[in-house]
């Protein structure tokens, strides 16, 4: 059977683009207010993590009270920790698992952040193999998340690119390089697995600020 697809006219394709950009926005909406953010690039051999925490100062804790009543910013992003989780490759499947569970349970047990965020398993038609090697691992690390209370979300990379970068498919060194600007850090973060995690958490922060102001 021939796959067809439907071209949009003028002006649709940036109305379809943000109305799924609210779609995901929405998702965040009525959920409690997360300050310690994880964010996990899973793969196999590495797993990439890094936790960042949205901060105020004692002024605006004072005036609201608690942190939950106020709007939080992206801005306020600080990191927490960044670091990778890595599995032997000599060790079968079962083990290398096993591994990257058990490392990010001590992530969690010692940060203990709010929300989790995992990048969403994409695949394409050359690899559909990576893509199935790579759900085990993100099941295993979702279930670590679960079990240790955190709430869990996931955005596609294309996703976190956008609203990062503002390029859906933005190189490797630019998103490290907008990784390192929006933490104000001196260096960008390396290894890449660490930079794309700690993305996730950003991006999931500035969805959530969003999703705030969509409410007020």
Known sequence: MIKTRAFPLPGQQAARRA?????????????????????????????????????????????????????VSSADSRLIEGGVLKARAA?????RLQSLHDGLTEVLREHQPEVVVI????????????????????????????A????????????????????GHATKAAMQAAVRQRLRLASAPSPPDVADALALALCFAARQEVGEALGQ
């Open 91 to 95: 060790d079968e499947l079962p083990q």
């Open 19 to 71: 109305g799924s950009t609210l779609r995901r926005v929405q998702r965040l909406q009525g959920m409690p207010v997360a300050h310690r953010i994880l964010g996990v690039d899973p793969g196999l051999h590495i797993t990439g993590y890094g936790i960042i925490e949205i901060t105020m100062d004692e002024a605006q804790r004072t005036r609201q009270g608690t942190l939950k009543t106020r709007s």
């Open 148 to 167: 240790a209370g955190a709430r869990v979300h996931s955005f596609l990379p294309n996703e976190v690119k956008q609203v990062l970068t503002g390029n």
């Open 119 to 146: 990048e969403e398993l994409f695949s394409t038609y050359a690899h559909p193999r990576s893509a199935l090697l790579m759900a085990h691992a993100r099941g295993v690390l979702m279930l670590a998340a679960h």
